[in-house]
């Protein structure tokens, strides 16, 4: 049994046609959209694998769940079922919905964060970085060496490292650390997981310094599953239970639901303390909704209750992990460098290697991107320099990952796609000497990833 393809594990009931264009439409698509995969039309797009957020297929269940939407202003019956899936399945008491991910990040940062205090994290993700330093937070990386280098091969890539958290706490002060941010699995690192034990550590040495512990729950389910399959005395254990013992060892999570929860649009913050459940609900009306709507519709709450059950799933998520892993040793196989091991929701390039021949600052992801629109019509996302942004003198963070990220959507792609995909960058990485650097023609003052214009060099 064990040998045999892991097939998906659901039927085709309603199909979505897509377009196919030729490459001078794709050439001029791309110009238009100044070379950023994020300007591009989706009708112009063969697959996308942009992100994996709010791109999932939902299942017949949940589609059901969205007739029965409660849409009452107040105590919506959706609510309550949303509240009891997270309190059933995640562990946490209290939940404040929103209207995604980034809109729990900035009502955390609200309530637990003072000017000039510091954030640890486990590598920063764009969005929740931007609400920490927008509340006056400085942004501290605590993540293990390894995740930098996208060759390390480490079965935990995400784990927090004690040392780096406890030099922290020594430098600023404990009492200037409101919560370390504990991402599962770590999104920029390429989707890597963090160990239990590790869990177990982190919040041992918060805890005794009285630093909370934040769950940025995004991609928890996956993490769950690298456990399973990676860490010791995990193997008979379920994905439930294994998700349950990750966030006891949390204070809250902030989740986008657009990613886990297997719904199109929701998040919410979860919190255990009571006092800061209640800041929760007095911001949450002034930007997002009440308390027990925040942001969403009462069948937004509805799929989204019902997605946390399917979500935990194992044959739902062993598939889900093996298409991506599918997807990144096609690609290995054939030399293409990407990194290592292959994460939980996407399949990273290295652009630094692909294209060693352009500098950082004429942003190589950022062309290996539009290249591979060019050649295929598969879109994908820059994840290095350009998202990275500029730190507070105005000056570029050079990371060391210069990455490429191919993004699987959840329960929307065949293996069929995932072979065309390989197809295409391994196309492209025999062509790879030919490809040149961009320059920036328009550059917006935050998050310039989505909107920032860009022209080839000659
Ligand atoms: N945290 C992580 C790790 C994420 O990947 C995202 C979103 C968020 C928080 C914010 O959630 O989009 O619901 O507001 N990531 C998407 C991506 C956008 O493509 O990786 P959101």
Redesign the pocket.
Known sequence: MEKRTIAEPYKIKVVEPIKMTSRTQREAAIQAAGYNTFLLNSKDVYIDL?????TSAMSDNQWAGMMLGDEAYAGSVNFYNLEEAVREVYGFKYVVPTH????A?NILSRIAIKPGDWVPGNMY????RAHQELAGANFADVIIDEAHDSQADHPFKGNVDLAKFQALIDRVGADKIPYICV?VT??LAGGQPVSMKNLQEVAELAHQHKIKVMF?A??CVENAYFIREREEGYQEKSIGAILKEMFSYGDGA?M????DCLVNIG?FLALNDEALYQKATQLVVLFEGMPSYGGLAGRDMEAMARGIYESVDFHYIQHRIGQVRYLGEKLANAGVPVVNPIGGHAVFLDARQFLPHIPQDQFPAQMLAAQLYIESGVRS?ERGIISAGRDKNGNHYYPKLELV?L?IPRRVYTYAHMDVVAESVIDLFERRHSIKGLEMIYEPPVLRFFTARFKPLA
Do not use: C, H
């Not at 993700?125 to 929740?128: C, E, M, R, V």
């Not at 986008?256 to 990613?259: D, P, V």
């Open positions: 942009l992100t994996d957020s709010g995604q991910g980034r809109g990040e993700f764009t969005t929740t991402a770590v999104n940025d995004t991609r902030t986008s639901g657009k990613k998040g996302m990220r993004t």
